[in-house]
């Protein structure tokens, strides 16, 4: 569950880049994004160690997430 989604949901690299946030989050995993003036964090909330099993597109989908959230911090 990406637990605070509509918090975050109009800005536009959660958008674009939607169905796979929201696919990190299937089953019994929780995340959320803590998103201020000086961080962007993608946190899990667990107590456990997760393994996500992505296809070779979704690493590279992943990868732009991230690029795109540190170019939202140059800003």
């Given amino acids: 569950m990406f637990c605070n989604y509509d918090q975050y949901k109009d800005k536009e690299v959660v958008k674009k880049h939607e169905q796979l946030l929201k696919q990190l989050g ?7 994004l803590e998103w201020n003036e000086e961080n962007i964090t993608l946190m899990e909330c667990c107590d456990y ?24 911090l140059e800003k």
């Fill in 26 to 32: 299937e089953k019994d995993r929780v995340f959320s």
């Fill in 49 to 72: 160690c997760f393994g996500h099993d992505l296809t070779k597109e979704e690493c590279k989908e992943l990868s732009e997430v991230f690029r795109e959230l540190a170019e939202e």
